[in-house]
């Protein structure tokens, strides 16, 4: 193991470890959310506003160890699923389920709702979601079949390794089949430690103790109150001022971190990296982005440290498409990623050769290419967007700032109702195949930017099904270079923020490279 990344580790672990003291049960735990999302069905949405406050609410199959600080393979272990096990070729994952576990409104939780669930996220069955986000995590595979009320059976394609972590993730909840989509978005119907209690736009989400938790002694709280405030400022105010527990996770910005712990004596803070890449969305669907000369003109025009020194007062990483290491188990090593294409410290020289591309399709000084900058109404969106929008004036592009609310965002983005915009890319998984084949697939539902290369579909394909970590390390690396060269969707930085709250949250574990993974909440108590 990288020992910077063990040092890490163990310093967040022995945080953890120290809140392992007798946990009392009760309380209301009071937090702050950064935004309102469209709906609580996190099927449906894409969001960590209602990711990390839905979570609670449901169980997945299996989940990652809700005690350690790194997300990775190693570290699944059972939740609705007691026991699992592989055939021989690796195509068929069986599932031995708990028995005796009941849905919040009493029904039987049953193998026929995993069937249900994955059949809905396929759009196999009868019910149909709104948006599917993540059906592109599960085009290998083929069928779920169940063996009575306790059994169940994925049966995929070819061998793919990363599939039982993408059931790990923490936006592959189970559903129940006897509740339809429609409800599920105002109302969610789970299995989880909490019970949903209220959803008021741009107020609140509400979730209670569920007293009839299948897990023997948990939930601790007896509640958790999310505060909707959108105003950074505000939201930090309602942290200094104590009116919450704890501030949104990974929230607490580096030009503010000060003033927070000034103010707020006593707050515990950890700092860590972000699994959400800011980066360029260049719809290749349109002229003139459909060229990709035009796109990698773009990707050279970043000055990514920039943005970290800007936004980060010095704190982010580079890094191309997956998390770069120590954080990330994926990313590429920082000695290949300073050789790709914009990554290198000379950025007059990579803005030379972005023009020099420009004036070859036609553009210069008297002849600009003129477009807008679309981009969600936040600021982890907005931010980066002005600065990109001043960095693409070096090489003949001028640019107008679309501002998008959220409820309008995700939808345009997916209709390819834009230019160029900036994102967050919303990483789930600091794995290969939730990044690849939910962002950069050919059709996949999230690839925003309609990029499509079926080479490149062949490579993620091949990295998918293989079992050697260091040769697929080697594979996964060169789509991301691929992915550089191309201007799929060239990533600016990863940022790294601040997670705080009050001595008085006890058994609370953030981890360093996944912002959805780690909020069932069950472990976490009060000490008043």
């Not at 669930?117 to 290998?140: A, C, F, H, I, M």
Request: glycine share 6%; proline share 7%.
């Amino acid at each position: 193991m990288n020992p910077v990344r063990s040092i890490l580790i163990a310093a967040l672990a022995a945080m953890t470890a120290s809140h392992a003291q007798a946990q009392k049960p009760g309380g209301i735990l009071k937090a702050t959310d950064f935004d309102s999302p469209a709906s609580m069905s996190p099927l449906e949405e894409a969001t960590v506003s209602v990711a990390i406050p839905a979570t609670s609410v449901f169980n997945n199959l299996v989940m990652f160890d809700q005690h350690q600080p790194q997300n990775s393979a190693a570290d699944i272990v059972p939740d609705l699923a007691e026991s699992w096990s592989w055939n021989a070729d690796g195509t068929e994952l069986t599932m031995k389920l708990h028995h005796g576990v009941k849905w919040h409104d009493g029904q039987a939780f049953t193998a026929a709702d995993v069937k249900c669930t994955w059949d809905l996220l396929q759009g196999k069955g009868e019910q149909r979601l709104r948006v599917d986000p993540r059906k592109s995590w599960y085009r290998n595979l083929d069928e779920v079949t169940v063996n009575g009320d306790d059994e169940v059976t994925f049966h995929l394609h070819r061998r793919q390794p990363s599939f039982l972590v993408l059931l790990a993730a923490g936006w592959s909840v189970v559903y129940p089949c006897h509740v339809p989509p429609a409800q599920m978005r105002t109302h969610p119907i789970g299995t989880g430690p909490f019970k949903f209690v209220e959803f008021k736009q741009n107020e609140y989400i509400k979730v209670a103790k569920n007293p009839d938790y299948w897990k023997p002694g948990r939930p601790y709280l007896d509640g958790i109150e999310w505060s909707i405030i959108a105003n950074p400022s505000t939201r930090n105010m309602a942290f200094i001022a104590g009116q919450v527990d704890m501030a949104w996770p990974y929230s607490i910005g580096f030009p503010v971190l000060n003033d927070v712990r000034a103010q707020a004596p006593g707050a515990e803070c950890v700092s860590t990296a972000i699994n959400g890449a800011r980066n360029v969305l260049v719809n290749a669907t349109v002229a003139p982005f459909d060229n990709k000369d035009l796109r990698r003109a773009v990707n050279l025009a970043l000055d990514r440290r920039a943005f970290i020194d800007i936004l980060g007062n010095g704190h982010g990483d580079l890094g191309a498409a997956l998390l770069p290491p120590p954080e990330g188990v994926w990313g590429m090593p920082p000695e290949l990623l300073a050789t790709l294409p914009g990554y290198g410290p000379d950025i007059e020289k990579n803005r030379a050769e972005a023009r020099k591309i420009m004036e070859n399709l036609g553009y210069g000084p008297d002849k600009h290419l003129t477009t807008k900058i679309s981009t969600r109404n936040l600021a982890a969106f907005k931010d980066p967007a002005v600065i990109v929008g001043d960095q693409l004036k070096t090489i003949y592009i001028d640019t107008d700032l679309d501002i998008v609310d959220t409820p309008s965002w995700y939808p345009k983005v997916a209709r390819k109702d834009y230019t160029i915009g900036v994102a967050v890319s919303e990483n789930s998984l600091d794995d290969p195949d939730q990044q690849f084949y939910e962002n950069f697939v050919c059709g996949a539902d999230r690839n925003y930017t309609g990029y499509c290369n079926p080479e490149v579909d062949a490579a993620i394909d091949r990295q998918s099904a293989e079992s050697d970590v260091q040769t697929r390390k080697t594979l996964v690396w060169d789509i991301e270079r691929r992915l550089v060269e191309e201007g799929a969707r060239p990533a600016i930085f990863h940022p790294r923020s601040n997670t705080c709250w009050y001595p008085q949250v006890k058994g609370l574990n953030v981890v360093i490279n996944s912002i959805y993974n780690g909020w069932r909440m069950e472990d976490v108590w009060l000490d008043r």
